[in-house]
């Protein structure tokens, strides 16, 4: 089934890779970014140029996920463009690398923004719609640092990606009676194949930083990075987090997994995260909420859709 889809965070790393995929699968897929009209302009080309080659129906869309209004519009032009939007990814994020204390609270506000209050400001645009068609699918690119091993110097990110990742748990069990489904996508660290650290963010408090680095803890950068790094395998790609996309997206409505863990390093987030589901989901029981386990399915002339 033909779906169209929404990728936020599309102008590289997964929601690059993930668009493109989704859009070879037979989807119409929205590469969404912001300053598509500037920094972004050759990016916007490439994506283009990308689609007429292989031709698939892959676009690009203005969508600045701090700004409410730019969440407005990028929604409102598919839904004038197609009448529905099937599909929303939630992908859009920044990391940030540095000792904790040299972040300004502000520097983690902005973290948290960037990746956790973006997905509300989508949310509210793209949700109206979705109740209204009474069935969607919304999908959360997290991480398995949300609850797998986490190594020092990655607090902002980390923090902030726990954060989303809840978001999207309760958000699965309010929208499930519209006929709206829910589905977790938690990729490892992916030292190749991505930006993520490449573009990571640095401490604003050059002092702190400066005194961490004089420190007992001055080894601590160059064991962390190192250290992931060989836990990756060598064949470890960044492209079977879209290729876990585009099955999920396939997958019949009302059957897609709840989660799904693409981390070749195997840091544990899926031993604690099965656990918590599994936590989650006998409450719900008790409490006389099972049926938000699943979506609703909408029918039309007393058969499901």
Do not use: C
Not at 2 to 17: E, M, N, Q, W
């Amino acid at each position: 089934m033909k779906h169209v889809i929404l990728v936020t965070g599309a102008s590289s790393g997964f929601g690059l890779l993930a668009s493109k995929a989704l859009a070879h699968a037979g989807h119409t897929v929205y590469a969404s970014m912001r300053e598509t009209e500037t920094r972004n302009a050759p990016q916007v080309a490439a994506v283009l140029a990308y689609a007429r080659q292989h031709h698939i129906d892959l676009r690009t869309v203005e969508l600045d996920v701090a700004s409410e209004a730019s969440a407005d519009a990028a929604v409102a032009r598919l839904i004038q463009d197609h009448g529905r939007l099937d599909v929303l990814v939630h992908n859009a994020g920044h990391m940030s690398f540095g000792p904790a204390e040299a972040f300004t609270p502000e520097q983690f506000a902005e973290l948290y923004d960037i990746n956790v209050l973006s997905t509300q400001r989508v949310n509210r645009a793209a949700l109206p719609h979705l109740r209204k068609q009474g069935q969607g699918l919304v999908l959360w690119v997290s991480s398995s640092s949300a609850r797998g091993g986490t190594p020092p110097y990655l607090a902002p990110y980390f923090a902030a990606k726990a954060a989303m990742d809840s978001l999207a748990v309760t958000y699965a069990g309010e929208l499930a009676r519209w006929g709206i489904e829910t589905s977790i996508i938690v990729p490892g660290a992916f030292t190749k194949g991505t930006n993520h650290f490449a573009h990571a963010g640095k401490p604003a408090d050059e002092a702190r930083v400066a005194e961490y680095q004089a420190g007992p803890t001055a080894d601590i950068p160059d064991i962390a990075l190192k250290g992931l790094a060989a836990l990756e395998p060598e064949d470890a790609d960044a492209n079977t987090v879209a290729d876990a996309i585009v099955q999920v997206v396939g997958t019949p409505f009302g059957k897609r997994p709840f989660r799904v863990h693409i981390d070749p390093s195997e840091d544990g987030a899926e031993i604690v995260n099965g656990v918590a589901d599994r936590v989650r989901a006998e409450l719900l029981r008790r409490i006389g909420l099972a049926d938000v386990l699943k979506p609703r399915v909408k029918k039309v002339g007393g058969q499901a859709t």
